[in-house]
């Protein structure tokens, strides 16, 4: 298993281990499950990336490790242990000193993000005040620091501004800087690039990779990129519709996609050699979390549903290390798609 | 061509600031005049504001009483500008109580939301149900009549006004992401509520707290002229105001001093509180 994924180890366990996780939101159409049967690990050095569409459950997963999930929301099922230590027992307080200490969280959107009225030294420093009881003057100095090592051009001048005086690359670089204060094990990014344009994104992912290298942190990416997950990430789970359909090295999942849904998304990702030709989108929508088919809950935007997919299939093994949520993989694959008369859908 | 449009423009500019920036120096400037008035009362005022001269009953505006005397003689000029200081001080003390009582309800209820916000809300309602002059006459009432139960008074009547302010503006603030973010930081709700919230909601409350001002000394005066407020013999405009009402055909000057202050007094607050509003409006600005 080492050999599949390298950064597995055995003396230790995962820095982020969920467990047959269920997130449950109670709303007027009745109870949603957002995120269900959710497996997933991050080892310490690694980073992981969650890849899927809006509303496929992604931030509500790293919302669930964070213990920010709204009101309405519950941990219905299943557990998250942070380095081995299960996370959904402690209570409100414990769990606020490991948020900012142990884990660290970087938002999509730094700049509102950022407090406005409150200067950039101030804000990257306030970690150390809220864990560490640090003085005002001695946190503000350790946040210069902080800018230095996310390579923020003139910290000293800099670390005096507001948020609005920042670029959007900056902005990202103060936020990750604030993540990075206590050296946390474990740091979420929730689409940290998706606001910033390719040459900036670029300097942020390099960033990213340059923290996991000195102090090896474990990172969980998420995105609805493809091609930051092909830039950075070691690992990749593809999430749809609350549910993981597909999993494993990242190498391996751009060769060999296994299941339908990631190779369409791999398909409508557009590259320099499909540019010129047509860019496929896939038919349909996501289904809401309230209404939910029985069976694959890809099954009614799938080109190649057959009988079986009125039941739900569970992972199954497409080589080692590498699984997808398909029952193209347990059956000999049918020549084509099934017939449509025959096909199952959702009212099933 | 594009040196006259540029012109124009900078003309338009000018016009617009001389008239925006014109009517806050006015305001300041009255509002200046007021509190220095009401600051350095001893020194200002010509004479005592309490002592009495039976010789100089009900004179007329003349080269030693500018502003004529009273009923027992008093110089009305000194007793106008004593009780400015009166009308400032239960401004401050009242706007200060709802200030700080709204701010802190609006954002506890916003914040914590739930049954909080419900039962906070509701509370607040009521108090808003009654007139502002009545509600205060039943606090009087029940507390007792002096000048520092007015000021809780009307700091009363401010709170829900500024509650309802601050709800809406945390209602803002809290759908920020760098709420979520300083959560996300492991950041204690008391700190979120002082350091994240209470910084971005301030700026509407000030400038409503410079237009309550002004309410806040109408208010006293009315107060007063009612005999609720600043108790005989300490002057203020609005029992000043109320013995000027029973000498208006002999000694009009004894209800228009008192009258004229209280107008001009407002007139500066408003002034400068709608100033601030305009500067801090970010439809108004260039």
Redesign the interface.
Same mark, same amino acid.
């Given at each position: 298993m080492a050999a599949i994924r390298p950064h597995r180890r055995d003396d230790r366990p995962p820095t982020l281990a969920i467990r047959d996780l269920r997130v449950e939101i109670e709303t007027r159409r009745g109870r949603a499950r957002v995120v269900e049967d959710m497996n997933l690990d991050v080892w310490p050095g690694e980073i992981v990336g969650l890849i899927g569409e809006s509303g496929s459950g992604k931030t509500m997963t790293a919302l669930a490790v964070?213990g920010?999930m709204p009101r309405q929301a519950g941990i219905a099922a299943g557990g998250i242990d942070l380095a081995g230590r299960p996370l959904t027992e402690l209570d409100d307080a414990e769990r606020?000193?490991?948020?900012?200490?142990r884990i660290?969280?970087i938002?999509?959107?730094a700049l509102?993000?950022?407090?406005?009225?409150?200067r950039i030294d101030t804000q990257v420093g306030?970690?150390y005040r809220?864990?560490r009881a640090m003085p005002w003057k001695q946190a503000a100095a350790r946040a210069v620091e902080l800018l230095r090592a996310v390579h923020l051009a003139q910290p000293e001048q800099r670390a005096r501004e507001y948020p609005h005086q920042f670029s959007g690359g900056m902005q990202q670089r103060a936020?990750i800087a604030?993540?990075l204060a206590l050296e946390p094990e474990l740091l979420i990014a929730d689409e940290p690039t998706t606001a910033l344009d390719v040459t900036v994104q670029a300097q942020v992912l390099k960033l990213l990779r340059e923290i996991r290298d000195t102090h090896g942190t474990a990172i969980l990416l998420i995105t609805h990129d493809l091609g930051v997950i092909a830039e950075v990430c070691d690992w990749v789970y593809v999430m749809y519709a609350g549910a993981v359909l597909e999993q494993g090295p990242v190498r391996r999942i751009f060769e060999r996609p296994a299941h339908p849904y990631t190779q369409a998304l791999l398909r409508a990702t557009p590259t320099v050699r499909s540019v010129q030709g047509e860019l496929l989108s896939i038919p349909g929508q996501i289904p809401p979390p309230y209404e939910l088919p029985s069976g694959c809950r890809f099954a009614d935007r799938c080109p190649r549903r057959f009988e079986r997919c009125v039941r739900e299939p569970a992972h199954l093994e497409v080589e080692p290390g590498h699984t997808a949520r398909c029952w193209l993989l347990a059956a000999p694959a049918p020549l084509a798609a099934g017939p449509p008369e025959r096909r199952a859908g959702r009212d099933a | 061509m594009t040196a006259n449009a540029a012109r124009a423009g900078r003309a338009r500019r000018t016009r617009f600031n001389l008239r925006r920036w014109g009517l806050l120096l006015a305001g300041g400037l009255l509002t200046a005049i007021v509190v220095f008035a009401a600051l350095f009362a001893e020194v200002v005022a010509p004479f005592s504001p309490y002592d009495l001269d039976v010789d100089t009953m009900l004179q007329g505006p003349n080269a030693v009483h500018w502003l004529g005397t009273d009923e027992v003689g008093r110089d009305v000029l000194s007793r106008a500008i004593f009780a400015a200081r009166i009308s400032i001080v239960v401004a401050l003390v009242a706007v200060g109580v709802g200030l700080i009582g709204g701010t802190v309800i609006g954002i506890v209820a916003a914040y914590f939301g739930g049954w909080i916000d419900l039962a906070l809300m509701r509370l607040m309602e009521l108090l808003f149900s009654f007139p502002a002059i009545l509600l205060a006459v039943i606090l009087l009432a029940s507390l007792g009549t002096n000048i520092l139960n007015a000021m809780l008074a009307i700091g009363i009547i401010f709170i829900p006004g500024f509650s309802r302010l601050a709800r809406a503006a945390t209602n803002g603030v809290l759908r920020?992401?760098?709420i979520?973010?300083? @959560?996300?930081?492991?950041?204690?709700d008391a @700190?979120i509520l002082l350091?994240?919230i209470l910084?971005?909601v301030m700026t509407p409350l000030l400038v409503e707290a410079a237009v309550a001002f002004a309410y806040a000394v109408l208010l006293e005066s009315a107060l007063s002229f009612l005999g609720l407020g600043a108790q005989p013999p300490e002057p203020s405009w609005g029992n000043m105001l109320n013995t000027g009402r029973g000498f208006m055909a002999q000694a009009p000057w004894l209800g228009i001093v008192p009258g004229m202050a209280m107008f001009l007094c407002v007139l500066g607050f408003n002034l400068v509180g709608d100033g601030l509003r305009d500067a801090f409006d970010p439809h108004m600005r260039d």
């Open positions: 964070l920010l606020r000193a490991v948020r900012g200490d660290a969280y938002p999509q959107d509102r993000a950022l407090n406005p009225v409150l306030e970690p809220i864990h936020m604030m993540g | 920020q992401q760098y979520e973010a300083a @959560r996300a930081i492991g950041m204690s @700190r350091r994240e910084p971005n």
